[in-house]
């Protein structure tokens, strides 16, 4: 069993920053990936962006590339979602996934979610 808090979700003019947080815990050995996934009102959930673990291979969606950034700090098991120059397309519900690998095979486990608006 893994469990994912995502925090950092605030209200943000366009043009501005906001540093999401997703902290795992339990069995967090097992994860092999994290990633950041977001949801606009109507529409469906999108990922943002992955790092894989240990590798920290990293990719973006084409919206995310060149503003966000996913990094991870393993002595924390948290991964981190640095977005910059956002827009109000931004605004959404973000969640965090993480993958584990069980021995009964792969499983994901999602945060709660945490709100991003970008408005002036």
């Known amino acids: 069993q893994v469990h994912v808090v995502e925090s950092g979700g605030g209200l943000v003019q366009p043009g501005g920053s906001l540093r999401l947080s997703c902290a795992a815990s339990?069995?967090?050995?097992?994860?092999?990936?994290m990633s950041w996934y977001r949801q606009a009102p109507g529409k469906e959930r999108e990922l943002v962006a992955s790092?894989?673990?240990?590798?920290?291979?990293?990719n973006y969606a084409d919206s995310a590339k060149g503003r966000f950034t996913i990094s991870r700090d393993n002595a924390k098991n948290t991964v981190y979602l640095q977005m910059n120059s956002l827009k109000p397309e931004d605004t959404a519900v973000y969640y965090c996934?993480?993958?584990?690998?069980?021995?009964?095979?792969?499983?994901?486990?999602w945060g709660q979610g945490t709100q991003v608006t970008v408005s002036s």
């Open positions: 790092i894989s673990i240990p590798s920290a291979i990293k």
């Open positions: 996934k993480a993958g584990v690998l069980l021995p009964s095979g792969r499983s994901d486990y």
């Open positions: 339990g069995f967090t050995s097992r994860i092999y990936g």
